[in-house]
Each structure stands twice: as C-alpha cells, then as structure tokens.
C-alpha cells in the first residue's frame, strides 16, 4: 500500500508509512506539553514591569489560539478514541473514570492513540483522522 501523505511503501496494509506514523506519533505526543506551555501563557505575569508592549500582547495572542486549538482538538481525539474502543472491544468511553482536568484529558487521550496508533493506520477511517 502507498503512504497516503508521501507515496512511499507503506507495509503491514497501514495508510502511512514507518516515517510518517513515527511524525504523527510525535505530534501526538507534543499536544499535552503544547497545550501546557500555551495555557501558561494565559495567565498575566506577575513578576513582569507591568507594561503592556506589542511584543507580550503578540505572545499572548497567539498562545491564546494555541491553546484554544489544543482544546478543540480535545472532542476529535475522544470521537476517534470511542472508534478505536469500539473496534478493540476495549472499556466504552461512558463507563471510564473522567479525567479530573481537560489537561489531564488531553493527556490521557493522546496516550491512548499513541498506544493503538498501529492498529489505526489499519483502518479505512485513518486517513480522516490524520486530516484532523
Ligand atoms: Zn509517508
């Protein structure tokens, strides 16, 4: 099968190949750090001189976005957690303990797709979820 981000072989009937599972399984793994550092920058320092220069307000706009994607990502990741469990016959999503935090959230649910991410690759709805 080909790679359905670059056209290389993709082995084991998996829509990418070896290189781009192991990027997506980066990407994957930075979004709990990202949406940490990006929520950091919400919160107004109270160690700064108190001026609002262009330059801060540049920072914090950008984290705010940031963070506000790292958020909606949240609602994919757990509508494509619940296709996995579904497919594994894995603990349905209702009767999990809820996470006591969206970033402890974000961080359970990248973890998990980390995990079957070998297994997703295999699905026909893969190509769908990487476009997400
Ligand atoms: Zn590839």
Redesign the pocket.
């Known amino acids: 099968m080909e ?1 359905q ?4 072989h ?1 082995k084991e009937d998996k829509y ?2 070896r ?2 599972e192991n990027t997506l399984r980066e990407q994957l793994s930075d979004i709990p750090s990202l949406q940490q550092e990006s929520k950091g920058f919400l919160v107004p320092s109270r160690t700064g001189t108190g001026s609002r220069n262009s330059e801060r307000s540049l920072g914090f706009n950008v984290a705010a976005m940031d963070y506000s994607t790292a958020v909606e990502t949240l609602p994919i990741l757990h509508k494509y957690e619940a296709l996995i469990r579904r497919g594994r016959n894995l603990t349905p999503p209702a009767l999990l303990k809820r996470e006591p935090s969206i970033e402890a959230e974000v961080a359970a649910t990248t973890q998990f797709h980390i995990t079957h991410l070998g297994w997703t690759l295999q699905q026909d709805w893969s190509g769908e979820f990487e476009g997400s």
């Open positions: 790679c981000l670059c056209q290389h993709a990418l190949c290189k781009c």
